[in-house]
């Protein structure tokens, strides 16, 4: 097991979002506001975050998760599942860490805000008033861009782009496919969540094969051109999984964007027209904000405008979208940027309900992928707001990415500290020190 230290650990989960808040702040949030009520949708990396850094901050604050899962599946290292890196149960974590200290925890879903009466309505028929409303409910699919696909179809071609029983779908349906079967992968323009996702999921599902079923094929049909990681990707598809990634890129003269699908006849349909029969169809659909932040009325098209100084909706007053469901320019849409953006949306509740100032945040993120074992590769930036000509914007600074051929030795170290950010996570945004950094 790798051990991390306290400057690792806050190396690792961005820890910046704090900064220019004193305890004596958080502690006069608590005092001046008593039990000031804040509720958060969506307990996944960065609504977790959010509550509980309120929540140890300023402990006589109220603080409510509404969370539709008893049980959180991380959708960050679930690709390591069907590469056989890691066990399906590793991915799983309880809110007892949350619940621990004080959070309420409600297994339940938030169908409806009104920002008016500040109240939040649940599917159960209960209500939630709050002084400050946190979304962070992640992705919806826009089922309507490919034909044919619905929640239904997703049940025999699954997305897996949110963990759990879909995960295990796409799994089980990979260990009953005959040794020369053709797995397809259907990969949406961006933006979405996880850029270099698709392209680790390429490599795990191709290393199940090569070990299991060496006569099958990957098939990835791509609506983009280029993409994330893209030169040391390739690499790894030559290297390792030659003659089973079979990977189509969008050009001038094919439209790789899968537009139709049939689940009854198992064909995947490009926009070229091009139909392709498989064995396993894993369909990743475009997204957008997850459906409650539209019913809240924070979307501006498929996502959320924010401030990027707090992440507070620039749409709908005491209310925040973070994660997933916001627009973060050139962040991406990933755990480490949503548990980094939940330190900010965290220290500017706290500053905003002692009427006190804070400095502007700074956000960080890190995305690693695994490629084969011990072979992982990461890009990734830090980011703060900036305002020219009036428009607010978050600014890349450092980034850094993975190139081709590099030594063993350096992305074996990729590989450790991407196992010690999961666990460094999963710390910080669920009070759960059960994520052990171990490939099982
Ligand atoms: C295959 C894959 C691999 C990935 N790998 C990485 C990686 O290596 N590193 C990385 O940083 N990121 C990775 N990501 C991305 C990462 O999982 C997301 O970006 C991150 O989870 C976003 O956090 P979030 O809080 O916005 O949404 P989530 O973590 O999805 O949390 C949203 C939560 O809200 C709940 N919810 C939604 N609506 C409601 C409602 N109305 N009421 C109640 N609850 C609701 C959902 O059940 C969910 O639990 C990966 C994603 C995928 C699909």
Redesign the pocket.
Known sequence: MTMINRREFTFLVGGLGLAGLSPALFRSAAIAQGSAKVVI???????ATVARIVKAQAPQLDVTI????PI?T??????HYFGGFRTFASLQHTYEGLRKLGIKVVT????DVDAVKKIVALAGGTTLAYDRLVL????AFKWEAIEGYSPRAAEVMPH????GEQTLLLMRQLEAMDDGGVVVMAVPDNPY??PP?PY??ACMIAHFLKTRKPKSKLVVLDAKRTFSKQGAFEEAFAKYYDGIIDLNLTNEIDDFRVVGVDPATMEVVTASGTRHKAAVANIIPPQKA???AHVAGCADGDWCPIDPASFASTEVADVYV????AIANQMP??????NSQGKAVAADILANLAGAERYPARYR?T???LLAADDSIKIGASYKPENKDGQAFLEASGGFVSQRSESAQVRKQNYEE?LAWYHAIILDAFNDDTAMVHKG
């Open positions: 949708v969506g307990g996944g990396a960065g609504g509404v969370e539709t899962q959180y991380t959708c960050f290292n679930s690709n339940d879903t938030a169908f962070s409910p992640g992705i897996a782009w949110k963990a969540r996880c996702g680790e999921r997850g459906d409650i973070l994660g997933d469901s849409k990933s755990a480490f940027s949503a993120n995305c690693w992928s991407s």
